[in-house]
């Protein structure tokens, strides 16, 4: 009889500890809370900033999502990018994004990167490279290279270290939405389980902010 009772309550422990592995796997929530929130560029707005990095497969796979996401957004939030050097080998990728970014053609420049990267199989980590593929987009050469090892574009990449390391980022693309919430592709499960986060945390910003929806 003993060993029964024992044999029933194991069985009924371990179903209820079933229950809570399951509940509380299934009622996580896909974005991460930043404390103490960062700052934005622009206060007036909703920021939705993407850590990227151009070599990085996953950004490149998450490219025609963001960027659907990004020609549809309302006016009252701006999409921004940052490309910290999360590892030393991405040195000159995260230099040439922001030698582009001062010339005004940060968004050539990324398209042109991800194509030689991931469609060529091109490296593109040597400056020269670079800063070839810059020429062809109509920017001077020397200068782009003169840019990349720059003071304004060190103080850019440092910035970026920064903010990422503020906001627990530590893989990419991760996503922060309004310097309050991360998430990525481990938080919200898919591509479009960003979007839908970035969605439903821009919604709860516009309610805060008392912007008027468009």
Known sequence: MISKRITTALKFAAFGLMLATFASTSTAAPFA??????????????????FFWLGCPHCYQFEPAIEAWNATKPDYVAFVREAPPLNSSWEYHSRGFYAAQIAGKEEEFVAAMFNAIHENGKRMRNPEHIAELAEGLGMDKAKFLASMESFAVRAKVNRALLLAKGAGVNGVPSILINGKYRTGGRLAGSN????????????????????AAE
Do not use: H, Y
């Open 33 to 50: 809370i930043v404390d103490p929130p960062q700052n934005t560029a622009d206060t007036e707005k909703v920021e939705v900033l993407e």
């Open 192 to 211: 479009n389980g960003i979007i839908s986060v970035i969605n439903e945390r821009v919604e709860v910003e516009r309610k805060a902010m008392n912007i």
